[in-house]
């Protein structure tokens, strides 16, 4: 999906973190055989991003079909890992879908709607469950400063969401996917992944 023929929306993968609660990095849990980090950049791509890049730290990720940024700094909370995502996209590239990797309920649907959205003319777009925002969010080029700007400690673009609100466009996708995610084993232990991600 593309802007008038232009460089679509790339895809931003947030997978650093160690998952200190989860006892081991989640970007290398397996469900159904499929690496988390894998599952994450097929859904980016599925759902039109192009390219998509995948934010790495507590471990060493190689990843078919996407490019791999180390995060030196990834201890220092998800922040960094969204600056270093941002730095590193090219500079052609229009807009960026951020997604995180322990939410694997989400769906190349959502990411659809995202890019929908942006094709009506969204500069910033939300997924929505029950009217709650929560990822994958779509952030236009001319925001990416000011997102890691915002960016400090363990939050990502949480800060510039509720700072501006009148840019944001609600996307909802409670039809469509979830953004459950895998913080500890209890969470493991009880998830299902649906058939359609």
Same mark, same amino acid.
């Given at each position: 999906?593309?802007?008038?023929?232009?460089?679509?929306?790339?895809?931003?993968?947030?997978?650093?973190?160690?998952?200190?609660? =989860?006892?081991?990095?989640?970007?290398?849990?397996?469900?159904?055989?499929?690496? =988390?980090?894998?599952?994450?950049?097929?859904? =980016?791509?599925?759902?039109?991003?192009?390219?998509?890049?995948?934010?790495?730290?507590?471990?060493?990720?190689?990843?078919?079909?996407?490019?791999?940024?180390?995060?030196?700094?990834?201890?220092?909370?998800?922040?960094?890992?969204?600056?270093?995502?941002?730095?590193?996209?090219?500079?052609?590239?229009?807009?960026?879908?951020?997604?995180?990797?322990?939410?694997?309920?989400?769906?190349?649907?959502?990411?659809?709607?995202?890019?929908?959205?942006?094709?009506?003319?969204?500069?910033?777009?939300?997924?929505?469950?029950?009217?709650?925002?929560?990822?994958?969010?779509?952030?236009?080029?001319?925001?990416?400063?000011?997102?890691?700007?915002?960016?400090?400690?363990?939050?990502?673009?949480?800060?510039?969401?509720?700072?501006?609100?009148?840019?944001?466009?609600?996307?909802?996708?409670?039809?469509?996917?979830?953004?459950?995610?895998?913080?500890?084993?209890?969470?493991?232990?009880?998830?299902?992944?649906?058939?359609?991600?």
């Amino acid at each position: 999906m593309t802007l008038h023929g232009a460089q679509p929306p790339a895809g931003l993968l947030l997978a650093a973190g160690g998952g200190s609660r =989860l006892g081991r990095p989640k970007a290398l849990l397996e469900l159904d055989g499929e690496r =988390l980090v894998d599952r994450g950049v097929r859904t =980016l791509h599925d759902g039109g991003c192009a390219p998509v890049v995948v934010v790495a730290g507590a471990v060493t990720v190689e990843v078919i079909g996407a490019v791999v940024v180390p995060n030196p700094d990834w201890a220092t909370g998800m922040g960094s890992s969204l600056r270093a995502g941002l730095a590193a996209l090219p500079p052609e590239c229009p807009a960026a879908v951020i997604a995180l990797v322990d939410q694997p309920r989400v769906t190349s649907a959502a990411v659809a709607r995202l890019l929908a959205a942006y094709e009506d003319g969204a500069r910033v777009a939300v997924a929505t469950y029950g009217g709650r925002p929560r990822n994958p969010v779509l952030v236009a080029r001319e925001h990416f400063a000011a997102v890691a700007a915002s960016a400090v400690g363990d939050v990502g673009a949480r800060p510039f969401l509720r700072a501006n609100p009148g840019l944001v466009t609600a996307v909802p996708c409670d039809d469509v996917a979830s953004p459950d995610d895998i913080d500890t084993p209890a969470d493991l232990a009880a998830y299902t992944v649906p058939d359609d991600v």
